[in-house]
């Protein structure tokens, strides 16, 4: 862009040509695809790790999910440092060696590559959080991609009908084109009747949280979560939190959302997972617009909680004892 607020974050440009170079890097490892694109025409890209990674082989797959929100750019450098930890570890390091052999592991760097190139195209930040898709009858563009998922959509307060609210829904579930295609790439990983992948985190900032389904309702246990889905949500969330100092808790603890992708991903596809609310704890250290500088340090700062769900992938119940 002819502007930039902070050249240390990546665009969706130079996100494209880091994903080339470490797929031209490891091509028997990692492999790129479009899996759709958004609102404004940009390809929306998975980058799929594993051994024989051409092959669909049988093993758990875990999802990990990046930029739903525009302004929230630490979370595509968590994207680019899980990529680089996973292959260049390979072959080095026996635990990532062992998890890239036994499981397929997609990362989707941006999923709002519209939104992000909107907010960094000035030179200063724009403070943008939704696609940039147009609202029929409003001046307001834009949809809150972390609102239009399709479980419980708009049922209990936590998005608005509004399009020119930042949590606005949309006029329908999946309306947003983002979205679609991610529920799209998700539902396809269905193989024989089974869901493969077993787990996955939704990568947002700021407050260095590690939240967990359900976001709709403040009940723990409730239609579509057991007290063993609920206890082994919180306990996988506290032994990642163990790890990366962030405060494990139930998303709805935060604030009460509804057509989230965690609702979703766990109520309509039972995979066990969490979003991460990275750093800065607070607006003090910076809010969604941290130095550059913290970015090796912050994203670095999730390794050990990314290969603890790695470990669990293959049956994340085992946590609580369960075999399930
Ligand atoms: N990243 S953020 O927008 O500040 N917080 C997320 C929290 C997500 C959740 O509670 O599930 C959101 O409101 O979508
Ligand atoms: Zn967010």
Known sequence: PLADPDPGYTG?????????????????????????????????????????????????????????????????????HLMRLLTDGYG??????DLVDDREIWILPNVNPDGSEYDMAGSTWRNWRKNRQPNEGSSSPGTDLNRNWAYEWGCCG??????????????????????????????????????????AIDFHTYSELILWPFGHTYDDVTNGMTREEYDTHAALGEHMAEANGYTPQQSSDLYVTDGSINDWLWGDQRIVNFTYEMYPRSAAGGGFYPPSSVIERETARNEEAVLRLLDYADCPYRIIGEEA
């Open 12 to 80: 969706y440009a130079e996100l494209v040509g880091v994903i080339d170079e470490v797929v031209a890097a490891h091509p028997d490892i990692a492999a790129r695809s479009v899996i759709g694109r958004s609102h404004e025409g940009r390809d929306l890209l998975a980058v799929k790790i594993s051994d024989n990674v051409d092959v669909d082989e049988d093993q758990p797959e875990v999802l990990f999910v990046h930029a739903q929100h525009a302004r929230e750019h630490l979370t595509v450098e968590m994207a680019v």
């Open 158 to 199: 936590g998005s608005s009908g509004n399009p020119s609210s930042i949590t606005y829904r949309g006029p329908a579930p999946e309306s947003a084109p983002e979205v679609r295609v991610v529920a799209d790439f998700v539902r396809g990983r269905v193989v024989g009747g089974e869901q493969q992948i077993t787990t």
């Open 92 to 97: 080095g390091d026996p635990r990532i060696t």
